[in-house]
């Protein structure tokens, strides 16, 4: 089954603690995106990876790292985790092309920062 | 820059009804323009997209959007709604010119009521 896996789906976490959030596709996508979701301000994207060793920032950034070494995985990692970092994360991907946009979203990590 | 904004952050209808979810948007160049919709604890999934061509475009369920470039407008609208259309429903736009960056607008819930 084509899918996007995002691990964990849920986590309560303290300030400072690093954590790593895990992003999965078994698609082949080239394009692999990170975003984060707050009530009255919808989806806004964090970083984005057009292929292996290539991302770039998209439009809340700070206090987030990602890596993209292999095709299939895009984890994200907070150094140091805050409260205003609390929030619902969708990883997603899509294929190449005017398809680019047609994302497959994983299921979502909702985490607490503390 | 390019934005969306959808000016209703809720929109109710009664089951058989109508339905329009209003969306506009700026960019610099050419708009790709796409629709997505959230279930309750659930990803983003793909409902339809504007490339190019027929500015009426036909999606999932049902589904279909009027391109309006004059308006700069992307309106979401299915001729008879149904309660299991109720979620929150998000449009995006990317520049065909630009990157690859997809922004989205803040969303709109959808209620049917029976």
């Known amino acids: 089954e084509a899918q996007v896996t995002q691990n964990p789906r849920y986590l309560i976490t303290v300030t400072g603690k690093k954590l790593t959030v895990t992003c999965s596709q078994n698609m082949n996508h080239e394009y692999m995106s990170w975003y984060r979701q707050d009530p009255g301000l919808g989806l806004r994207q964090i970083y984005y990876s057009m292929n292996v060793e290539v991302t770039d920032k998209g439009d809340v950034p700070e206090g987030y790292k990602v890596s993209r070494k292999e095709k299939r995985n895009f984890p994200l990692i907070l150094e140091s985790p805050s409260p205003n970092q609390t929030s619902l994360y969708f990883c997603?991907?899509?294929?190449?092309?005017?398809?680019?946009?047609?994302?497959?979203f994983g299921p979502g990590t909702r985490l607490t920062v503390l | 820059a390019q934005s969306v904004a959808q000016p209703e952050d809720q929109v109710n209808v009664a089951e058989g009804n109508p339905l329009t979810v209003k969306c506009t948007y700026s960019v610099s160049g050419n708009p790709y323009l796409f629709w997505y919709v959230q279930y309750p604890n659930r990803g983003l999934q793909f409902l339809l997209k504007?490339?190019?061509?027929?500015?009426l475009v036909k999606g999932s369920y049902g589904f279909e959007a009027e391109f309006n470039k004059s308006q700069t407008s992307f309106h979401l609208k299915k001729p008879s709604a149904l309660v299991s259309d109720s979620a929150l429903y998000f449009c995006a736009v990317r520049d065909g010119a630009g990157s690859y960056q997809l922004t989205f607008g803040k969303g709109t819930k959808l209620s049917v009521i029976p």
């Open positions: 997603a991907s899509s294929a190449r092309g005017t398809s680019y946009n047609e994302q497959f």
């Open positions: 504007y490339i190019t061509g027929d500015n």
